[in-house]
């Protein structure tokens, strides 16, 4: 069964800093990774999908890594701001689309 | 243009109660899932429509849980005689695409939060 775990559970920057939060798995035969970014009381905003042969996508100040091989990846925030202050979770999907529990980060002003 | 509700947004039931979820997706997509998710944790899996065919329901906690999607767009999310491990978020996607698990963005509602007393 996939077990997907993310570290740090939270993390809290002060503005402007650049920032990486981590996403493994265990199973590494998935079609794909997504990061989303839950809001309180919000739904989840697809954030970077990246396939099983890709390596990185890049949107904005997000960069997002994959090592299917390790099975792990990474979502670089440059430049942090207030704004960016939510849940980050990371997906992986094969025959369904597990979860992790998500960091939660706190961007302060 | 509109992206995916549900309602209510918020509901509490007290146990033993049946309650039903609503949650209308993107106009044409084609794919929907329902999803738990419980306080502090990852969405979990519950189940999939491929328009008004529920192809997989291997994520469903017991058979207090029902799900339907009659007409292929709106869906309904049905728990009888709920329990307070039933509290959670129930989120709701779709996605424009037939095939669950393939290449294929979910877009997801707000989530209806759900406790029971």
């Known amino acids: 069964k996939q077990e997907v775990t993310q570290i740090p559970a939270a993390l809290s920057v002060p503005e402007g800093e650049n920032l990486v939060l981590n996403c493994s798995f265990t199973?590494?035969?998935?079609?794909?990774l997504q990061w989303f970014r839950q809001d309180p009381g919000k739904g989840l905003t697809s954030l970077l999908l990246?396939?099983?042969?890709?390596r990185e996508q890049t949107s904005g100040r997000l960069n997002a890594s994959l090592d299917k091989s390790s099975g792990r990846s990474t979502l670089y925030i440059a430049a942090s701001q207030p704004g960016d202050s939510a849940t980050y979770l990371c997906?992986?999907?094969?025959?369904?689309?597990?979860f992790g529990a998500g960091t939660r980060l706190t961007v302060k002003p | 243009g509109a992206g995916v509700s549900q309602s209510p947004r918020y509901k509490v039931a007290k146990r033993g109660q049946d309650v039903a979820l609503r949650c209308d997706p993107i106009?044409?997509?084609?794919?929907l899932f329902w999803y738990q998710q419980a306080l502090g944790q990852g969405p979990e899996f519950l189940t999939y429509?491929?328009?008004?065919?529920?192809?997989?329901k291997s994520g469903l906690p017991s058979d207090r849980f029902f799900a339907e999607r009659p007409e292929g767009s709106v869906s309904t999310l049905k728990i009888q005689r709920t329990q307070q491990e039933d509290s959670a978020v129930y989120l709701c996607?779709?996605?424009?695409?037939?095939?669950?698990?393939?290449?294929?963005?979910?877009?997801f509602g707000p989530g209806t939060r759900l406790t029971v007393l």
């Open positions: 997906a992986v999907t094969k025959n369904d689309m597990r």
């Open positions: 429509f491929q328009n008004e065919a529920q192809l997989d």
């Open positions: 199973d590494s035969a998935i079609y794909n």
């Open positions: 996607a779709s996605s424009p695409n037939p095939g669950a698990w393939s290449y294929n963005e979910q877009f």
């Open positions: 106009s044409g997509h084609v794919s």
């Open positions: 990246i396939q099983s042969s890709q």
